[in-house]
């Protein structure tokens, strides 16, 4: 598909009128800060009922074809089951394959989706543009555990931009708060569920949440990644999460990842779980 085609498919026949100036603002954005020369890096194709744009040759294309295949997500917690009116925040959001598609689950809700790195951010924008998810509230910051500016270090080929490691000599400026600002600045009382994956920065984002707050939250889907912060250790954060109220369980997939499952046990409306029983720059 060539750029033409792209922003005609895009403007004319997927996006209302009150969305165009929004995205072709965000596309040219993008161009401009990713230096793309040829519109070919950019790619929009059909995964799995949804229309997605992506970077060819990143872990876009991963993302997306382990997505098509098989939800990579809502299987690892089969103890949920989104409701319509259920209020989702997914910390890392990257291009928005998870928001997406968990906006289509709750149409009545909201999806809170958390990007800090600008040129994905634009993505994220484009992508729920594309696919109608009004009820995606997009957000350009880092979650972290202090509130003002941070760096976020760039890994090659979008495998993994850190707040807490640096992966590379590229890096860019962007704005932070904490868990608990984000939900004092959004409103948000109570959260149904939460998809956490921002390459070690789960660590000082969770041991520095007061209980009181982690408590507001259902259920937590958190990739660990002890390779990256080995300030602690993920029993240290399963040991603040229990002290919180929340059951967990281990999923490594190798000696320093894996992931969470913590389920809030104090929740009024909690279903048994199988094995266990808008804020821009800094908030």
């Not at 925040?89 to 909201?110: E, M, N, R, W, Y």
């Not at 962007?174 to 149904?192: A, I, P």
């Not at 399963?238 to 809030?264: K, M, Q, T, Y």
Request: charged residues 20%; contains cysteine.
């Amino acid at each position: 598909m060539t750029f033409p085609e792209f922003l005609r498919l895009t403007y004319r026949r997927l996006l209302p009128r009150s969305l165009r100036a929004v995205v072709k603002g965000a596309l040219f954005r993008l161009f401009k800060a990713t230096g793309i020369e040829s519109p070919s890096q950019l790619k929009i194709g059909l995964f799995n009922g949804f229309e997605f744009a992506y970077r060819q040759g990143t872990a876009d294309e991963w993302v997306l074809e382990a997505s098509s295949h098989d939800d990579m997500y809502f299987w690892r917690v089969p103890g949920y089951r989104p409701r319509e009116s259920d209020i989702i925040l997914d910390i890392g959001a990257h291009i928005g394959t998870f928001a997406v598609l968990a906006a289509s689950k709750v149409p009545h809700g909201a999806v809170h989706a958390i990007e800090a790195c600008d040129e994905t951010f634009n993505l994220l924008r484009i992508n729920a543009a594309l696919n109608g998810s009004a009820n995606v509230i997009t957000h350009h910051l880092a979650i972290s555990d202090r509130e003002g500016l941070c760096t976020l270090y760039q890994d090659s080929h979008n495998w993994g931009h850190s707040t807490v490691h640096q992966q590379s000599y590229h890096s860019e400026t962007v704005g932070c708060c904490t868990l608990q600002q984000f939900f004092e600045k959004t409103h948000t009382e109570k959260c149904n569920f939460v998809r956490m994956n921002c390459e070690g920065a789960e660590f000082p984002i969770l041991l520095s949440t007061p209980r009181d707050v982690l408590r507001r939250i259902r259920m937590m889907l958190v990739d660990y990644h002890c390779d990256l912060w080995t300030m602690n250790s993920k029993e240290d954060l399963v040991s603040h999460l229990e002290a919180s109220g929340f059951d967990c369980n281990f999923h490594p997939s190798n000696e320093d990842r894996g992931w969470i499952v913590a389920l809030n046990r104090d929740w009024v409306d909690v279903r048994p779980v199988p094995g266990l029983g808008r804020c821009h720059g800094h908030c």
